[in-house]
Nanobody, 126 residues
């Protein structure tokens, strides 16, 4: 029922920035919790950031704190991940996810989310 369509990935140099977008469709709720996850080659899926349905609470992985910012525009049914000061270690396929829950778990657990975007490649390299 719920579809999430991502955009905004690409190739960027270290220290650069990208903004990922995640647009929901086929979904009637304006408020839902959004998570961002990534999976690098040879590594397990990692929770990156989460924003609560109200937008009032956010959770970040330690590896991205101070560099990434999660936000949302509920009227547009869109979630965003602004990524600044990118490092080669940030290279991964990034996924957005959504669930009709009120709050983010502090461990950004993918098991809490049932709807997923298609993924987009982010490559940080010189």
């Amino acid at each position: 029922q719920l579809q999430l369509v991502q955009s905004g990935g690409g190739l960027v140099q270290p220290g650069g920035s990208l903004r990922l977008s995640c647009v929901g469709s086929g979904y009637t709720l304006d408020y839902y919790t959004i998570g961002w996850f990534r999976q690098a080659p040879g590594k397990e899926r990692e929770g990156v950031a989460c924003i609560s349905s109200s937008g009032g609470g956010t959770v970040y992985a330690d590896s991205v704190k101070g560099r990434f910012t999660i936000s949302r525009d509920n009227a547009k049914k869109t979630g965003y991940l602004q990524m600044d000061s990118l490092k080669p270690e940030d290279t991964a396929v990034y996924y957005c996810a959504a669930e009709s829950i009120h709050f983010c778990s502090d461990d950004i657990d993918g098991a809490d989310f049932s709807s997923w975007g298609q993924g987009t490649q982010v490559t940080v390299s010189s």
